[in-house]
């Protein structure tokens, strides 16, 4: 059975509650039943409408939506939310959503603040719901197989790990122009201490801890306000140190002319290198110590079984972003399934990341901050 | 309001019935409420239970789909059919919905014969239904840029089309293994008298016709069946002559080892040249006669509002086959909702193939076979 | 020692004359003492300074060259000839530079017509001497990896072969602008009867042989005159039948607006294909039936050693078109040492084209003109 | 007249020596007349043999070659010498030659260190003579369309730089199994106190200030020996400041297994950016803020002058490794006879990198090599 869900944020001028809307609906698991699209009541109204929606499940606030949900019958009653507003309105409703029994799916980062994050643990670890993030890098085939092929030892011991997130779009002074995504982006009070670090910053960290299945222990960075007038980091690189003497380079730049959402990561170990960039995402590139270098394709039969199993296609359909999304959602509504006949053990025997992840995010939001801030060269990435 | 569909076809072993399912999907414009996903019943039933369906609106053959949906009232019954069975089950459901007044999305080629098309066409012509056909690449959206670009005057006066659609999944005797989708695209029962020229072929022809806006008058073609045991072409090639006096070469090859899926068009006028390849399916290179080539990329701010209307995401956020194939779907429903207020006039005022790209399909696959029997280097094409 | 060499055309305004004497330099094999750089007495003279050359070893006519040489002692004479000049100044001196004792190093077509052709021929065969024709293509290391996949059977017995060249620098009616090189490569007198199909449809002709091992039996082709006022053909496409069974399709165009130079040749067998693009001349895409595709480099310890024979720096540090001329040149230089030692026993020891595919390039071009004219599909490819 | 010269380096197992040759040679501009190939004489001898030279003028000692080269008359005498050795014997017999009033080409770094290049600096000062630094990159005619890009203002105010130069052929222990290259570049007394950071770092850095037109003015640098027995660094990553607010990161790692020699740059302005990439040398990558990017392609029409200057063939005829060195030695070749004239007035008015850059290049290798020891985050790059 599909499950129903409600989505809280995703109104009028969002990007990223379409994203979430399709990649729930793209495999047929979830059913959209509700939403508090906007704290302006009408313009939840209207989306709502929009999608089709009872008038009576759409609500100008998500308390008043997890309000009334809370009060239908169990087999009525949605079974999660969907958290796709700015940062400062993650923790609060992901809190009572959870304290109301349900499980929860959030936008990354995690909350305005890593004190905000810790709040949402608690909840999570009192309540025992299934909590997803949506770290879409994560949730491209591609990206799974580098990940496999790290872990099967074919790269051998790593020891450079370089990621990188360029993008151009807030190459000038957006928010002034009226643009909403720049507006709440760059906004401190809204998306909270780190604006790139933030924003796509965390993205890239997660993509090199995921991959290389190393943790960041030590990082030197500089964030740079590069546009004048702008209130947050638009700039942002670092040397990284890893886990197990690997070390590496971050570079999160929103100022990169021209550039659109190239994220690429690349891994070297004793035995050999991988490459993955956004723009190329159905294919890996394994380079070996000697030999040809060599082109995994998502579809082939040759991937692990943990990367095909998120793909949709035969090698050579194009599969996209919001197909990687819908991967993160896919596995949401396995442990939720699991949950519901009480076999849900924790998110680590899903592929999708969760609360660890998003307390590491805001972590390494502040981590780099602070190093920004420090004239040592190091700064303990700890938590 | 979301759009009622049952679908014919797509069963257990089905390739193209989960993409057209996720299709309509994606953009929330349609809901699957029945199906005759197989004439085994068993197996229909049990694809309609894992996808949710009523047990009362699954049935074993479309002929009693088609007849308890009539049945029903107007506010629950379907209004419209997906057809993505094998080639010789598409004349028969859709002339049958056709007269029920049902709407009819069906997948190429239209028919297993230019017979049969001219069948379909009779019925559409009498009941004034909607009918779309799912040339997919037609659904991408730089290759509607394209498109417009040729239309825009921005290449000239063209010259010259080359079209290739190289596969290499059959390049071994894999009909003989038990594979399902090799087994009736090999077999003239099923598939028609074309194998690959009608499987990709039609594809290639259909994209040539629809980014250059000309019309192929003669084909100078070859088919062959390179591996043995093999009772259909499984290797096809032409020179082409088009309108206007523009010519070009068109290649619809499966035994390319190696390849998989790499449709790419070129059209080259007195001003300069465009180039799409599928792989790469979200740029556009575009190739003044003088100054450097141009990479135009989906989801930017320059493109035509005809191309934007087809992303769903902003600039470096890849979307790819299903996307495509929902952009046919969406158009497939905004011709619905027109018919349902009345103002539908026809396929030419929306952006989907329809009846006339499918009678063409049919007869390209005819013509080509013809020419590639035929001693004489030009063969006609004339419907 | 360097071997001498005069050169036969190459004078200013010439783009091939340059080209050869710097792969002759490149590789220290060879010292140019003397030319006939133009028929325009000042203009050879004037190249020769500017060369740095004797100014009695340069002279306005080969026929005085050539004389003047065959007086000086054998220390001093030259030893071999490059003729670079326009197709109708092939035969003539490189008939009177074999007679006269010298080897012959001539730019591809062998000459302005078959019968030409077969004139030079009679002269090799009578005098022994050395004969090389520069195709470059065939000079590129990893078009020599590509021929040693086959030759080795990586690929298994080959089907299909797609070959094409295309241009787009004679999109406009160039020639009358008083550029000299569409002047003379579309002028009937200078040129010979093909103007696109002998200018670059030899080349792609000869790589598809080259490449595959396999010889064109039977040709389909279109040739077009595209640009109004052009006297010779511009744009040229064939269907191909090869022995052993193998079918192919090559374009030969001019009018490609925006093309530069992308050669590019494909070859499919039962087990794997390969590609490879003058775009990126240091990567050849091997694909085998299954697994990843693989991309051999030039400079790697993994290539065939005929291949690495041919490179001159360690992977990752680019050859390009000279190089390749000069793996041509080395090759002559050889046969050419060999001779003198007498031990040259015809050019099938070496590996740069000679005779037997300047022939063909001359039977290809008749060849493809008849087919054109024909109404017949398959025109026989026999010399 | 071809300017005479002698080779200091280059004999048995030297990589670079050949390199040097054949692009003093590709042009036309350099006759080789002597040596001393190797402080071995035979091996310097068969050096000089296999490259056709007079006996008496290779020798086993720079010193010897040089007294011997004076002595000489004017007209027989080198010009210029070319020194290609180690590191260790750069400064020694650049002092000498320039003493004894030859011009000099050296390949980078100019120096063991800091010290012995101030001690060049006084003799060029002293002299006057002309002295080349082969920093390649900086030949190839793309990277002098990328600057004359910066320069002319299409990018608008600089703001961010990223260079690197990924290497994986010392992932392995390699000096210990008689590697010659590995040995002496492994090797401080012979390489000099840095390892990647010399031999690779120092032609990022330079890329990075040439392309930019601004200087690096601090560096936050962290070094690393990846590979266990290696006595110098391995790999080096570094946060960099430059003039003018700029900011960026530099990689130079020699242990990124399966790289080759992938060298790239990325500089974003306020107005768009642009990208070049070693292993696709003849394009170049501009990206507007806003419009499709484009690709700039070698031998067009519409480059800067002093980029087309640098090419010897037409769009489409790829150029490479040697031909970018040949045009660091055509530059000075030129420098040499404006000498002669008494024309010349230091290395500012040509296109190559000299004294400067290779001061600065040694600086670069000390400052990194103190950023990476100190615990601050910043060390200022002072000269």
Not at 220 to 234: H, K
Not at 297 to 312: C, D
């Amino acid at each position: 059975m599909k499950i129903r869900y409600s989505m809280i944020g995703g109104g009028p001028g969002s990007f990223i509650g379409a994203v979430h809307r399709r990649a729930a609906w793209l495999d047929g698991g979830f059913e959209l039943v509700g939403g508090a699209f906007s704290s302006n009541s009408s313009q939840s109204k209207s989306t709502g409408e929009e999608l089709g929606l009872s008038a009576e499940r759409v609500h100008g606030s998500f308390e008043a939506m997890l309000e009334a949900e809370v009060r239908l019958s169990g087999e009525e009653r949605i079974q999660a939310v969907s958290i796709v507003t700015p940062n400062h309105v993650h923790a609060a409703p992901a809190i009572r959503a959870l304290e109301m029994g349900f499980h929860v799916i959030i936008d990354k980062p995690l909350a305005l603040s890593l004190d905000e994050a810790r709040e949402i643990e608690k909840l999570v670890k009192k309540t025992g719901r299934v909590l997803a993030l949506t770290h879409t890098y994560a949730g491209y085939p591609m990206v799974k197989e580098a990940r496999h092929l790290v872990k099967s030892g074919k790269l051998g011991k790593i020891r450079k790990i370089f990621v990188e997130y360029p993008q151009g779009w807030l190459s000038t002074f957006l928010e002034s122009e009226g643009n909403r995504q720049a507006g709440w982006r760059t906004d401190p009070a809204r998306s909270g201490a780190g604006g790139s670090v933030g924003d796509i910053g965390t993205h890239a960290a997660h993509l090199a801890e995921y991959v290389s299945g190393l943790r960041i222990t030590e990082i030197c960075a500089e964030l740079n306000t590069v546009v004048n007038g702008r209130q947050l980091d638009d700039d942002a690189a670092a040397l990284l140190h890893f886990e197990e003497g690997a070390s590496g380079v971050l570079i999160a730049t929103q100022v990169a002319a021209g550039e659109e959402n190239a994220v690429k990561i690349r891994v070297y170990g004793e035995l050999g290198g991988l490459e993955w960039i956004h723009s190329n995402p159905n294919s890996l590139l394994f380079k070996p110590l000697d030999g040809p270098a060599q082109i995994y394709r998502a579809g082939t039969g040759y991937l692990h079984e943990s990367t095909s199993a998120n793909t949709r296609l035969p090698a050579g359909h194009p599969e996209g972003y919001i197909e990687a999304f819908a991967n993160i959602y896919t596995g949401f509504s396995r442990a939720i399934q699991d949950y519901e006949k009480g076999n849900y053990q924790g998110p680590e025997s899903y592929d999708f990341p969760s609360l660890e992840e998003g307390i590491r995010g805001m972590a390494f939001i502040e981590t780099m901050i602070a190093s920004s801030k420090s004239d040592k060269k190091w700064t303990k990435f700890s938590i």
